[in-house]
Nanobody, 124 residues
Framework: QVQLVESGGGLVQTGDSLRLSCTYSGRTFSTVAMGWFRQAPGKEREFVATISASDSRTYYGDFVKGRFTISRDNTKNTVYLQMNSLKPEDTAVYFC?????????????????WGQGTQVTVSS
């Protein structure tokens, strides 16, 4: 059974940085692509970033504009989301998700496993 556990969320001010972590267990981490999504109150879940299984190809949501970086450490079964220059509109619950193949994907429906989410709140 695959399990994903996110950590690193919190309350920060505009312009601050946060690094989210997601630890994966249950299958071979290096064979699955990973993604980050977010959901703000009253809004639909939104694609943030995705990374391939082993060659670290990355793709980002249009709103990221160079502020966020997704990365992974296959020796630690962990994927990260470094978020810089945070804005109040980045306030949301951030979810880590895993696919069952190596290919990154922007579509939430293509992810088989999800973490419980971690709250990020950016105050103005």
């Amino acid at each position: 059974q695959v399990q994903l556990v996110e950590s690193g969320g919190g309350l920060v001010q505009t312009g601050d940085s946060l690094r989210l972590s997601c630890t994966y267990s249950g299958r071979t981490f290096s064979t699955v692509a990973m993604g980050w999504f977010r959901q703000a109150p009253g809004k639909e879940r939104e694609f943030v970033a995705t990374i391939s299984a082993s060659d670290s190809r990355t793709y980002y949501g249009d709103f990221v504009k160079g502020r966020f970086t997704i990365s992974r450490d296959n020796t630690k079964n962990t994927v990260y989301l470094q978020m810089n220059s945070l804005k109040p509109e980045d306030t949301a619950v951030y979810f880590c998700a895993a696919r069952t193949n190596i290919y990154p994907n922007r579509d939430a429906a293509s992810y088989a496993y999800w973490g419980q989410g971690t709250q990020v709140t950016v105050s103005s």
